[in-house]
């Protein structure tokens, strides 16, 4: 038995996208019913030009709407950080709380899934948690978290959970940006669009910090820089042990190397001489 499609109303707050050069050819491209979509581009206040949302004082004004609406599934803000106001610092964990309580409440009220699109820190440690901008309580506050990240090495994409604490924690998606051309009265626009390519155990973690690959260590460098030096032939030692110091190789690991490779070592009139021992020395 197929399940049936949940259709409703969404509303969207992104400032940083224009609503027609950008927000409405990626519904275009993604198939969206565009009757269906309210973007929000600011707040009427009595006796005042049109203003900028506010989630610490509009949340009022948004749930108005969506009673208005009647319909609404999805709230997507687009990040929050753009909406707190002047009087809400986005990395103070009791600023963030009481911003979101009446957000949480209202998708509680309308039964709508509220999206927040948080960018990530510069970090390079720590968990996936501590990976996301600003206060935790931005990570915390929801019941759900994914990182959407593209893994560099493959350049594949992915949306992993981070956090879920209403289902599957562990099932992540992978999926590609592809592009269409869309006609339109002021010309052609090439709108990206999602292609979803399926579930995925990866973890988030794994995406973030990907395991490094396993870098020759400085005694099979210095074994490579050995067989070349000595492909020829018997070569002084001092010659050698020179090639090795402007090769940035210590002479504690060239003497590991040398006896790694039990090269041979004989006496000659200026010194000592180095060789590759052959199959014939043993």
Known sequence: ??????????????????????????????GA????????????????QVDLFQLDTDIAALRLKAEEIGDVRLIIIDPPSAYLGSKVDAYK????????????????????LVVMVVHLNKRS???????????TAWIAAPRAAFLVA?????RRRYMLPVKNNLGNDRLGFEYRVAEAILNYRSGPI???YIEWLGTTNRSAAELLNPPKPKESGALDEAKE???????????????????????????????????NLRVKSTKADNG?????????DD
Do not use: C
């Open 93 to 112: 964990e009791s600023d963030v709380r009481r911003v979101l309580a009446p957000l949480t409440q209202l998708a509680h009220d309308t039964k709508a």
């Open 150 to 154: 593209e893994e560099e090495a493959t």
């Open 33 to 48: 019913d565009t009757d269906k979509v309210y973007i929000v581009e600011g707040v009427a206040r009595e006796g005042q």
């Open 1 to 30: 038995m197929s399940k049936s499609k949940i259709i409703g109303s969404v509303i969207i707050l992104a400032n940083e996208d224009d609503a027609a050069h950008t927000i409405r050819p990626r519904l275009d491209a993604a």
């Open 225 to 259: 820089f050995l067989n070349g030096q000595l492909a020829g032939g018997t070569k002084p030692a001092a010659d050698v042990k020179a090639a090795a110091t402007d090769a940035g190789i210590s002479e504690a690991t060239l003497n590991r190397a040398k006896t």
């Open 190 to 192: 090439k709108a990206p």
């Open 272 to 280: 000592w001489n180095w060789a590759l021992r052959s199959i014939f």
């Open 125 to 135: 440690d720590g968990g996936a948690q501590q990976r996301f901008g600003g206060s």
